[in-house]
């Protein structure tokens, strides 16, 4: 398995190219997002304790989205 193989995703609606294999702890890390947010890929919400585990595939569209308060 070739670690350069690179692959499309959609980040908030935008084609992007990231490596093959990330993980969504990874694509954070390597996106540099931080503060409050939630990971959603292909309209279901990631949990941020699955974050280690969901790795990212080709195809996926991924939208970072901050959470909204209100009452």
Same mark, same amino acid.
């Given at each position: ?10 980040? &908030?609606? +935008? ?6 294999? !990330?993980? /969504? ?16 890929? &292909?309209? +279901? ?6 974050? !280690?585990? /969901?790795?990212?595939?080709?195809g996926d ?11």
């Amino acid at each position: 398995m070739t670690s350069n193989l690179m692959l499309q995703v959609q980040l &908030n609606g +935008e084609p992007l190219d990231i490596n093959h294999e !990330q993980t /969504v702890s990874e694509f954070v890390a390597k996106q540099g997002f931080s503060g409050r947010f939630v990971i959603v890929i &292909n309209d +279901e919400m990631v949990a941020k304790s699955r974050w !280690q585990d /969901v790795v990212i595939q080709a195809g996926d569209r991924i939208d970072i989205v901050s959470p909204i308060s209100g009452g």
